[in-house]
Structure formats: C-alpha cells, structure tokens
C-alpha cells in the first residue's frame, strides 16, 4: 500500500505489453544481410526428455530461393573461437583474441575486443583460407573454427559448435558438408559426385545434431543443448534465403528468459494467500476491536492473492500452449486495474486519516471512491489499448489510452502526499505522539520506495539499451524477468508486507481510535487551537457525534472535561442536576463516563 501501487500500473502496462510479442520471443528468422543471419537466445539445457521434449535449437529452410549457406551454431562465450585471426601471415595467440571483429561474412562487430593493427579473422573455408593451409578442401564452404590452441592440443568448449555447409536444391533434398563427409568415412572414398545417396528424404544423424531432408528440399537442422546458455546461430550466403530458427526449452514452450516468472507468480499466490489467511485470524481474535481500515486491507490482500494466481494461470497456460490465452489476458487486465485502483484508494484514506485519526471522512469518502472509480476504468481503458492495438501502429490513438490514466495517476500522486503531509502536521499539532510516529513510518517508507522506483527507471532504461548488445544479453537474459516483472513485484510485495505489519489487528486496536491526553494546560490549550481548524466534514477521532433520523451529524450537549493523572471523567452538563434537593437521588442517577487513557 505504502508503494501504494505508485507505479504498480506501469508493470501491467509492461506485462500487456509483451502479451503481444511473446508468441515469436524465441524464434528468429535469418535472411541475407549484414548481421540479418545472426540470433542468439537463452536455453535450458537437458541430457534427457522431459515430458518427450528436449532442449535444442531447431533451424528449417526451404529450398526456394536455392542456395549455399554456410551454417553455424555455438554457445556465445565460444564465439571468440569463430574464426581463425590472422596477422601477417601468422595465427594470432590466444592470449590476444578477443569477441569475434567479425561474424560469418558480416560487417564488423562494433562490440569486438580484438584490438591488434594489421589482424584479420577469416572466418570460412574457401581458395584463400586452403591456399594459407587453414583448411583443406574436404571443409570447403564450412565456418572456421579455431579448435586448437597454441599448443596444438584440442579445446575445450562451453558446447558443441556445429560448422556446416548446406546446399539446397529446388528440386529435391539437397545435402551438407559433414553429411557428405560423413558418407565418404563410412564407405571408405576420398570423393564420390553421384547424386544416389543424396536425392531422396532421409534423416542423418552428426555430433550434437540431426538432419532432415524433406520430399520437397527444405532442409530441418536440430541442435541438441545439453548446457546451459546464450546459444546462436550464424547463417551466411552468397545469395537470397531465408530461414526460420527456434529456440526450445525442455520444460515447455515459454521462451527461456520468461520460464522464472511462472515461479515467481507462483511463490507470491501463496505468499499473499498466506498473508490473508493468518490476517483473517488475527482479526476473528480482536473482532470487536477491528477498524474499518483493517478489514479493506484484508480485501486488498486477498484481491492480490487472486491477481498472482490468474499470473501464474497465465504463464502456465502459455508454458503448455505456446501462445498467450486471451481469457486469462481478459481478467489479468480487469483484476490488474482492479488492483492497482484499490491500492491508490487505500493509501489515499490512510493518507487522509480515515480510521486512525478521523473515524469519517464524511463527503471526502465519496470523492476518493469516485477517484478510485475513474482509474479503474482508466487502466481497463489503458490495458485494451496495449492488448488489442498493433504495438507498431503509430499515431494520436494512442493518447486516447494514455491520457486518463496518466491524469488520473496523477491526482492521485499530488492529493496522497498532500494529505499525508496535512495529516502528519495536524497530529504534531495535537501531539498525538503514538500516531504520529505511524504516519513518519508511513512517509519514511513511501519515500524509500519513491526512491526505489527512480532507481528502477534508471536502471531499466540502462538495461533496455544496453540490452541490444549481444556480450550484455549473453550475461544477464536469466535475469530479464527481474527488469519486466521481478523489481515492481518484489518491491510492492516487501512495501506492503510491512505496512501490514505496523496495521495488523491487535488488542492494541483501540490505540487507533483515541486521542493522548495533554499532559498540562498549556498542551490541552494548543490541542484546543488546533481543533478549530478541522472541518466538519473531517470530525476529529473521539469527538461526540449522533446521526439523526436524516442522517445528519448533529453535535451531543456540550461536555465538561475533569482532568486527572490517568483518567478523564466526561460528565455532560444535564446529567450534573445542579439545583435538585435530593443530592443523593441525583447522585445515584448520575452518570460518570470514565474514557481510556492511552
């Protein structure tokens, strides 16, 4: 609450967002063009099926336009070895090789370390690379790999690296460096040019993966992942193509970077679920005693347990599917706003005193539920807009979506901390000492997260930018949920678990609702000065109010006040019987009130 949803409609906002892309996150399509045929992704890796699936990186590419592609695919941290630098004549140290200067016959890496004048990585096998004894004719077309050290001794990957040739017909299966290859090793030849072997469907099995050639010439290439990682392919040709990789995890079919959020969802449902219930009991304890504040906590609390759950649905539905579900799209959306609406609300009466230091908030109440109305339909409004309009359409419309909200958003932001400032004001002039300390904590703590967010803001725009280099997506997509739903989650979630905490039902409820005594004349004067600037509207916690018939406040007889060291003894002025002959009549009739001292 004290995060009070400050920003909490900006991860619905986030969340909507990706709706919308997240069908194609883990799937890229490689075409003909500086760095157009290179993509990387994260993956889980798996030695075995799980639920008949497996890890691996799957690749298809039909055979219209025909071409020779050069095809590799590689764990990131190993792409230092693709390629082999070169520098006058003589194959570079590893000590001095650094991220690829460049990719497959691409333009040159802006991330690359290589920093020697004079080197040039060559990076497929053709006339030049043979005629430097680079390769032999048996790669020719295949990406270089540096495979050995300095030493000559074979390395050590991260994974696998495929390094292949493909050459596609339009007519029928083509075939690829290693098959060929692989079929002159197993039938003991240094060449063979018929085409028998290699003109009908079949399927051919190489280290780290499977081919398939179909009826019509599309070739599929499918690459085992056995560990974890940033994995990518790298497609390159002289000619036009186009092909379609993905990227398949074996516990389902959420792209890799987004698989956490279904756990986080998770653990938050029973969190909140949690909290609910053992509120519940706190409160059946103290029943009696509880404040209308608490029991709209409780109903917040439990709105929240039913919002992660309906995440978690989510993301457990696309996990199963493969795409989004617009039903529970739907009713994210509505819970989501429905959330946030309730968060602003309850901070906004706490704010103003409701409960704690003003038992009503008379006409006030309707103008913050009417609030609290209009930006719930605000951010159903905003939530539409990004599930259902084209992300890359441009234009006014999008104002439509974004301008209640943001003008609702921010009546809510300038009134909260303006009766949050008024009321922490109004209790230091009572010197109401024990509440007082609960509305600083309150401040304090919304200003921690104020501060927190603008941290966020910072930091994910950092991330958002730095994002698009590869060496930074490489080290951090395990994180990626943290920047899209983690943070605000989290921070909502410790924010309100506190706030929680300080409001929790007690039998110390009644401290709520009571005013301190003044300790001498001259406080009680200064509490009396300060009385007179409350409205009627806003009645003061403790003072003597009755609804009539009509339901309007009317004020009870005027009463006098005995102070004493620990009690204050209310007795109205027509209950003194001042003139009656029998005193003992009238002081048995007489009513003392004695009220808590707190």
């Given at each position: 609450?004290?995060?009070?949803?400050?920003?909490?409609?900006?991860?619905?906002?986030?969340?909507?967002?990706?709706?919308?892309?997240?069908?194609?996150?883990?799937?890229?399509?490689?075409?003909?063009?500086?760095?157009?045929?290179?993509?990387?992704?994260?993956?889980?890796?798996?030695?075995?099926?799980?639920?008949?699936?497996?890890?691996?990186?799957?690749?298809?590419?039909?055979?219209v336009p025909p071409s020779d592609i050069a095809?590799?695919?590689?764990?990131?941290?190993?792409?230092?070895?693709?390629?082999?630098?070169?520098?006058?004549?003589?194959?570079?140290?590893?000590?001095?090789?650094?991220?690829?200067?460049?990719?497959?016959?691409?333009?040159?890496?802006?991330?690359?370390?290589?920093?020697?004048?004079?080197?040039?990585?060559?990076?497929?096998?053709?006339?030049?690379?043979?005629?430097?004894?680079?390769?032999?004719?048996i790669d020719r077309g295949r990406p270089l790999?540096?495979?050995?050290?300095?030493?000559?001794?074979?390395?050590?990957?991260?994974?696998?690296?495929?390094?292949?040739?493909?050459?596609?017909?339009?007519?029928?299966?083509?075939?690829?460096?290693?098959?060929?290859?692989?079929?002159?090793?197993?039938?003991?030849?240094?060449?063979?040019?018929?085409?028998?072997?290699?003109?009908?469907?079949?399927?051919?099995?190489?280290?780290?993966?499977?081919?398939?050639?179909?009826?019509?010439?599309?070739?599929?290439?499918?690459?085992?992942?056995?560990?974890?990682?940033?994995?990518?392919?790298?497609?390159?040709?002289?000619?036009?193509?186009?092909?379609?990789?993905?990227?398949?995890?074996?516990?389902?079919?959420?792209?890799?970077?987004?698989?956490?959020?279904?756990?986080?969802?998770?653990?938050?449902?029973?969190?909140?679920?949690?909290?609910?219930?053992?509120?519940?009991?706190?409160?059946?304890?103290?029943?009696?005693?509880?404040?209308?504040?608490?029991?709209?906590?409780?109903?917040?609390?439990?709105?929240?347990?039913?919002?992660?759950?309906?995440?978690?649905?989510?993301?457990?539905?696309?996990?199963?599917?493969?795409?989004?579900?617009?039903?529970?799209?739907?009713?994210?959306?509505?819970?989501?706003?429905?959330?946030?609406?309730?968060?602003?609300?309850?901070?906004?009466?706490?704010?103003?005193?409701?409960?704690?230091?003003?038992?009503?908030?008379?006409?006030?109440?309707?103008?913050?539920?009417?609030?609290?109305?209009?930006?719930?339909?605000?951010?159903?409004?905003?939530?539409?807009?990004?599930?259902f309009r084209d992300p890359h359409e441009s234009?006014?419309?999008?104002?439509?979506?974004?301008?209640?909200?943001?003008?609702?958003?921010?009546?809510?932001?300038?009134?909260?901390?303006?009766?949050?400032?008024?009321?922490?004001?109004?209790?230091?002039?009572?010197?109401?000492?024990?509440?007082?300390?609960?509305?600083?904590?309150?401040?304090?703590?919304?200003?921690?997260?104020?501060?927190?967010?603008?941290?966020?803001?910072?930091?994910?725009?950092?991330?958002?930018?730095?994002?698009?280099?590869?060496?930074?997506?490489?080290?951090?997509?395990?994180?990626?949920?943290?920047?899209?739903?983690?943070?605000?989650?989290?921070?909502?979630?410790?924010?309100?678990?506190?706030?929680?905490?300080?409001?929790?039902?007690?039998?110390?409820?009644?401290?709520?609702?009571?005013?301190?005594?003044?300790?001498?004349?001259?406080?009680?004067?200064?509490?009396?000065?300060?009385?007179?600037?409350?409205?009627?509207?806003?009645?003061?916690?403790?003072?003597?109010?009755?609804?009539?018939?009509?339901?309007?406040?009317?004020?009870?007889?005027?009463?006098?006040?005995?102070?004493?060291?620990?009690?204050?003894?209310?007795?109205?002025?027509?209950?003194?019987?001042?003139?009656?002959?029998?005193?003992?009549?009238?002081?048995?009739?007489?009513?003392?009130?004695?009220?808590?001292?707190?």
């Open positions: 609450m004290a995060i009070g949803r400050i920003t909490r409609v900006l991860l619905a906002a986030v969340s909507a967002s990706l709706w919308t892309c997240h069908i194609l996150a883990e799937t890229g399509f490689l075409t003909n063009g500086a760095g157009d045929g290179f993509k990387c992704a994260g993956v889980y890796g798996s030695l075995a099926e799980h639920q008949g699936r497996r890890s691996a990186i799957e690749i298809e590419i039909p055979p095809i590799a695919i590689f764990d990131y941290p190993d792409s230092r070895w693709i390629g082999i630098p070169v520098k006058e004549g003589t194959k570079l140290p590893d000590e001095q090789v650094g991220l690829p200067s460049a990719f497959i016959n691409s333009e040159r890496d802006p991330e690359s370390t290589d920093k020697s004048a004079g080197m040039h990585r060559f990076t497929v096998c053709d006339n030049e690379t043979m005629a430097m004894r680079l390769c032999t004719e790999i540096n495979d050995r050290d300095d030493k000559g001794k074979p390395r050590l990957f991260n994974s696998i690296i495929y390094s292949d040739y493909a050459m596609l017909n339009r007519s029928g299966p083509g075939y690829t460096r290693l098959e060929y290859n692989q079929w002159l090793s197993a039938h003991n030849r240094t060449d063979d040019h018929s085409d028998q072997w290699r003109s009908k469907p079949r399927s051919t099995t190489l280290e780290g993966a499977t081919l398939e050639w179909l009826a019509d010439g599309t070739l599929k290439i499918r690459y085992l992942v056995n560990t974890t990682g940033y994995f990518c392919v790298n497609a390159a040709s002289s000619r036009d193509f186009t092909a379609r990789a993905e990227w398949v995890n074996s516990y389902g079919l959420l792209p890799a970077s987004e698989y956490p959020k279904m756990y986080i969802y998770l653990a938050l449902t029973i969190a909140y679920s949690g909290i609910a219930v053992a509120w519940a009991f706190m409160s059946w304890r103290v029943w009696a005693e509880i404040l209308p504040v608490q029991n709209q906590l409780l109903g917040l609390v439990c709105l929240l347990a039913v919002d992660m759950g309906m995440n978690f649905g989510f993301w457990k539905h696309y996990n199963s599917t493969g795409a989004p579900s617009m039903v529970y799209s739907v009713f994210t959306l509505v819970i989501d706003a429905g959330r946030n609406s309730l968060s602003f609300f309850m901070l906004l009466v706490v704010a103003l005193g409701w409960g704690v230091v003003r038992p009503s908030l008379g006409k006030t109440m309707i103008r913050c539920i009417l609030l609290a109305m209009v930006h719930f339909a605000a951010g159903c409004l905003y939530g539409a807009g990004i599930l234009g006014p419309l999008g104002l439509v979506y974004v301008i209640p909200l943001s003008l609702s958003m921010t009546l809510f932001y300038t009134w909260t901390l303006s009766a949050i400032i008024g009321t922490t004001q109004l209790l230091a002039d009572r010197q109401q000492s024990y509440k007082l300390a609960m509305y600083n904590k309150l401040w304090r703590l919304l200003l921690v997260c104020l501060a927190l967010l603008f941290a966020f803001f910072v930091l994910n725009i950092l991330h958002t930018v730095f994002y698009n280099l590869v060496s930074v997506a490489a080290r951090s997509w395990k994180w990626r949920w943290f920047w899209t739903d983690g943070w605000l989650n989290i921070e909502y979630f410790v924010g309100l678990s506190i706030i929680l905490y300080w409001w929790r039902p007690t039998s110390q409820n009644y401290r709520y609702s009571l005013e301190e005594l003044a300790g001498d004349e001259q406080e009680a004067t200064d509490r009396d000065e300060a009385a007179d600037h409350d409205s009627f509207d806003n009645p003061r916690m403790g003072e003597n109010l009755e609804l009539d018939d009509l339901g309007i406040a009317t004020a009870m007889p005027k009463p006098v006040s005995i102070s004493g060291d620990d009690v204050r003894f209310v007795i109205h002025e027509d209950e003194l019987g001042f003139g009656s002959d029998d005193d003992d009549e009238d002081e048995h009739n007489r009513q003392i009130k004695p009220t808590a001292q707190t």
